[in-house]
C-alpha cells in the first residue's frame, strides 16, 4: 500500500504533478497510459479508433489491473474510473488521489480529444463527459487535491503532505 494513484480528467495535470510528486517522495513514476500503448503496441488514439470506446476500456482495465510496483507514483488514464477491476487492484495497491480541476481550466488545457486518445464517445461533450466522470473520480478517491488555485509543485507538495497524513492514520483535510 506504499504506491500513490492519480486520478482525474484529461488535462488535470496527473503525469505533470506525477512526476514532481515521485521526485519529492523518492518514488519511481509511472505512467499508466503509456504502460498501455508499450504494452498493446499501438497508440492510444489508435487503440481507439480500431477497437472502439468499449474495446479499449477492456485493455485499459486489464493492463492496469496487472500493475504490480511498489513505491511508485501512478498516473492513470481519465477513463481508469470505467475498470472496475483495475480500480479494486489500484486501490489495494495504495492511496488515490484525485486531482480535481474546474471544467473551466481543463478545456483551456486540452486540444483535440481523439490525438490525444481521450476515451469519449461520437456526439459526447466535453461537459457531459466531465459530468459523468466527477462523481466516480470522487467515490474512488482517497484523498482529493482541488488544483484550482495550486501551481504544479503546489499540487505535488499537497498530495505528499496529505498522503504521509494518511499513511500516518491521521485524518485527512481535503482541499
Keep these: 500500500m506504499d504506491n500513490i494513484i492519480l ?6 495535470g496527473k503525469s505533470t504533478v506525477g512526476v514532481v510528486l ?11 497510459d503509456l504502460l498501455i500503448q ?7 488514439c489508435d ?3 480500431e477497437e472502439g470506446i468499449d474495446g479499449f476500456n477492456e485493455i485499459e482495465n486489464k493492463i492496469n489491473a496487472s500493475i504490480d510496483v511498489r513505491k511508485t507514483v501512478i498516473a492513470t ?3 481508469v474510473i470505467y475498470g472496475k477491476e483495475a480500480m479494486e487492484h489500484l486501490k489495494s495497491i495504495g492511496t488515490v488521489v484525485y486531482i480535481k ?39 474512488y ?13 503546489e499540487t505535488a507538495l499537497y498530495i505528499r503532505d496529505m498522503v504521509k497524513k494518511d499513511q500516518r492514520g491521521e485524518g485527512i483535510d481535503n482541499k
Design 47 to 49: 487503440i481507439i479508433e
Design 77 to 79: 488514464g481519465g477513463s
Design 22 to 32: 515521485a521526485k519529492a517522495m523518492g518514488y519511481r513514476f509511472l505512467d499508466s
Design 7 to 12: 486520478i482525474g480528467m484529461p488535462g488535470c
Design 141 to 153: 478517491a482517497d484523498i482529493t487535491a482541488d488544483e484550482k488555485n495550486m501551481t504544479i509543485s
Design 101 to 139: 480541476l474546474p471544467l473551466s481550466e481543463i478545456r483551456k488545457r486540452l486540444g483535440d480529444l481523439t490525438k490525444r486518445g481521450v476515451s469519449i464517445r461520437d456526439g459526447q461533450s466535453l461537459e457531459e463527459l466531465f459530468e459523468e466522470r466527477s462523481p466516480l473520480y470522487e467515490s
Design 38 to 44: 508499450e504494452t498493446d503496441g499501438r497508440l492510444l
